[in-house]
C-alpha cells in the first residue's frame, strides 16, 4: 500500500515544486512586491512541500496562504516536524 502512495504522490510533489518555481520566475516580480513576510509564501511553500511532500506540504502550505497578511511584518520558518516522528516525504 505505501508503494502506491509513493508513485502517486512523487510526480505530485514534483508538480507542485514545477510550478512554484515558475511563480516565482514569472508572476512573484509583479504580485508579491509588497510582501512583509520572512519567508515569503512561495519560499515557504517550496520547503514545506520538498519536506513533506504534495499532499501535507500543499496542506500547510495553504495555511500559510491563509493567515498572511500584507499589512504586517512576520516571521515564520517551517516547522522541523509538524506530524509527530513521521516524515511523510516519498
Known amino acids: ?3 502506491i502512495y509513493y ?3 512523487y510526480p505530485l510533489t514534483l508538480i507542485a515544486l514545477a510550478l512554484i ?3 516565482k520566475a514569472t508572476l512573484s516580480k509583479f504580485i508579491g512586491r509588497n510582501c512583509n513576510s520572512i519567508p515569503t509564501c512561495s519560499s515557504f511553500a517550496f520547503a514545506v512541500i520538498k519536506y513533506y511532500g504534495a499532499i501535507w506540504g500543499c496542506f500547510i502550505a495553504l495555511k ?3 493567515r ?3 499589512i504586517k ?3 515564520d520558518l517551517p516547522q522541523p516536524n509538524l506530524l509527530g516522528n513521521y516524515k511523510w516525504k516519498c
Open 73 to 75: 511584518g512576520e516571521y
Open 21 to 23: 518555481l515558475l511563480y
Open 64 to 66: 500559510r496562504l491563509l
Open 68 to 70: 498572511c497578511h500584507k
Open 7 to 9: 508513485i502517486v504522490t
Open 1 to 3: 500500500m505505501f508503494k
